[in-house]
């Protein structure tokens, strides 16, 4: 009856994951400041879903509204907007994202956010990439294509 129970409880947590798809996170900046800013890129059975920018030491959110692939410098991009109409260019490179407003203008680059617990502290984040290498396969296979 145990082994039936954890089984059960096993299906449901993995069906409950795939509902709520994958995200990667990444950020620039130090959590909890004034610099801080962060990306979600969620995806829902490998394609598209939200997408938010979150920044600053009360972590305002907004969403925000992708608008399709893009070079920049040569390099592969894909655009995004704020409900403000504001345009940012993000540039996969390696495990990183590079982010501009301009496509001459400099870049900031922001690094896979770790969501989960730290040293046996905090609450294990199911949905979120598990390292650099899959946040930047989810967001190359729905983001920038």
Known sequence: MKALLISTLLVCTATFAQAQG???NY???????AS???FSF???DGQRADLSYTY????????????????VNGKPAFKVQF??????Y????????????????A????????????NGIGTFCQPCAADEKEAMQLVLGSYLK
């Open 22 to 24: 994958k995200v990667a």
């Open 27 to 33: 950020y620039y900046g130090k959590p909890g400041t």
């Open 36 to 38: 801080y800013e962060h």
């Open 42 to 44: 969620w995806t829902q």
């Open 56 to 71: 600053g030491k009360d972590r305002k959110e907004a969403k925000l509204t992708y608008l399709g692939p893009d070079k």
């Open 83 to 88: 409900p403000n109409k504001h345009v940012l």
């Open 90 to 105: 993000l540039i996969p490179t390696g495990t990183t994202l590079r982010v501009t407003d301009n496509k001459l203008a």
């Open 107 to 118: 870049q900031k680059t922001y690094r896979w956010e770790y969501e989960g617990p730290v």
